[in-house]
Nanobody, 122 residues
Framework: QLQLVESGGGMVQAGDSLRLSCVAS????????LAWFRQAPGNEREFVAN????????NYADSTKGRFTISRDNNKNTVYLDMNDLTPEDTAQYYC???????????????WGQGTQVTVSQ
């Protein structure tokens, strides 16, 4: 079982960068696939990026490819999301999630953090 806690959100201007972190507590963090999702008010939860347990497989949504980077440090039980060239369309609550395997469907994820808010203004 894992507990996930996100941090690093905030209010920024368009073009700025942010790094989100998600620290896990529990066993076998290194065995889990990890992902970031986001949800804006009135919208469905949206896939942002994921990676498998080893980090060899990484996938991105079309809207984030080339701007966002997912990474993990298994020694620190942490997954990161580096976000560059942010736009107002990136404004949302961002969640990290974990599961055995790697998926882009949020329904398949077992463990979730509480979320961290990212707000991007013009």
């Amino acid at each position: 079982q894992l507990q996930l806690v996100e941090s690093g959100g905030g209010m920024v201007q368009a073009g700025d960068s942010l790094r989100l972190s998600c620290v896990a507590s529990g066993r076998s963090f290194g065995a889990y696939g990890l992902a970031w999702f986001r949800q804006a008010p009135g919208n469905e939860r949206e896939f942002v990026a994921n990676m498998n347990w080893s980090g060899v497989i990484r996938n991105y949504a079309d809207s984030t490819k080339g701007r966002f980077t997912i990474s993990r440090d298994n020694n620190k039980n942490t997954v990161y999301l580096d976000m560059n060239d942010l736009t107002p369309e990136d404004t949302a609550q961002y969640y990290c999630a974990a599961v055995f395997g790697v998926f882009s469907d949020w329904h398949k994820y077992t463990y979730w953090g509480q979320g961290t808010q990212v707000t991007v203004s013009q």
